[in-house]
């Protein structure tokens, strides 16, 4: 009389083909991973801890303060006014891009004979130096010297002073951000609307849509989250503008132009006051977040297709 054994379990396999599949992908994401901790993480880390300290670049950690630089800062007027500048071009600029940007893709999608050109001229000057743009810009800007004055004296007009006068000079840097960026917008937003599928559009068509009412009851809904995508990017670029700044006005005429990144600039490198700078980058990333956060909030769309 034989006894049957029982089958032995067999050992589960811990190299599985989907595990494989996680490490392959993590290999592939971790010079990004890298790049981020590097670069993103690890000074903001850093700024956080040299904003507890005096601290300068010459002469390293000195006594601990705590949050007395975040204190200071309340009482600090020029710190206000940096704010106030860097809000009202966020607003002068962003929404000008955005609606510009949103008319020239819905103008230029189509394939037309002359759109590509035009396509490539608007987005030439995304890929030009902002240093070489911001010069030409000021040549042309220049009371006496400059291309637009000129044409404004030829016109009869009287010459304007842009970017010395108060009231104009941070509009005056806004119109050349605008132009310097509006094809980046403009790609992004082309790209969204070549994804909406056309059947919607001759559904629309064949129940005697007009093109408005196309464009307000399938593109805009349908494009909600692209137009998220390049608010929140423009937002988050326009409250670091330093560049045109830095080489048009040095923050003036009267402070009208010091922005808050120029600000920390001069706190940083140019007072030596390296933890104040830190605690001002740390209240501006805060700022970032949470306008960030509404923004997505307000934007946000359940809509597929």
């Excluded at 392959?24 to 903001?44: Q, T």
């Excluded at 922005?259 to 501006?284: C, E, K, R, W």
Aim: charged share 10%.
């Amino acid at each position: 009389m034989s006894v049957a054994t029982p089958a032995l379990p067999v050992p589960r396999r811990w190299w599985t083909a989907r595990r494989r599949g996680y490490l392959l992908a993590f290999l592939f994401i971790a010079p990004a991973l890298v790049n981020f901790l590097v670069f993103r993480y690890l000074p903001i880390l850093a700024a956080l801890r040299s904003s507890l300290w005096q601290y300068s670049l010459l002469g390293g950690y000195g006594t601990f303060i705590g949050l007395g630089a975040y204190g200071r800062m309340l009482e600090d007027p020029i710190f206000w006014t940096s704010l106030r500048v860097t809000a009202l071009y966020v607003l002068l600029k962003v929404p000008a891009q955005v609606a510009l940007s949103l008319l020239f893709a819905v103008l230029l999608q189509r394939e037309t004979r002359f759109a590509a050109l035009v396509r490539s001229a608007v987005f030439a000057p995304v890929v030009a130096s902002i240093v070489v743009v911001s010069v030409i810009w000021a040549l042309m800007y220049h009371v006496q010297l400059g291309l637009l004055n000129s044409i404004l004296t030829s016109l009869g007009l009287p010459r304007i002073a842009f970017l010395s006068n108060p009231q104009l000079a941070l509009v005056a840097i806004v119109v050349m951000m605008v132009w310097k960026e509006l094809g980046f917008s403009m790609i992004i937003l082309m790209a969204g609307l070549k994804g909406i599928p056309d059947m919607f559009y001759e559904a629309a068509r064949i129940d005697g849509a007009s093109p408005w009412q196309q464009f307000r009851a399938i593109t805009l809904p349908l494009l909600r989250r692209v137009l998220m995508f390049v608010l929140v990017t423009q937002t988050i670029f326009s409250f670091q503008v330093f560049v045109p700044v830095y080489t048009m006005t040095r923050g003036g005429p009267l402070d009208a132009t010091k922005v808050i990144v120029y600000y920390i600039y001069q706190n940083g490198f140019l007072f030596q006051d390296m933890g104040y700078a830190a605690a001002i980058s740390m209240v501006t990333l805060a700022i970032l977040l949470v306008v960030s956060g509404v923004q997505m909030r307000l934007l946000r769309s359940e809509v597929e297709y």
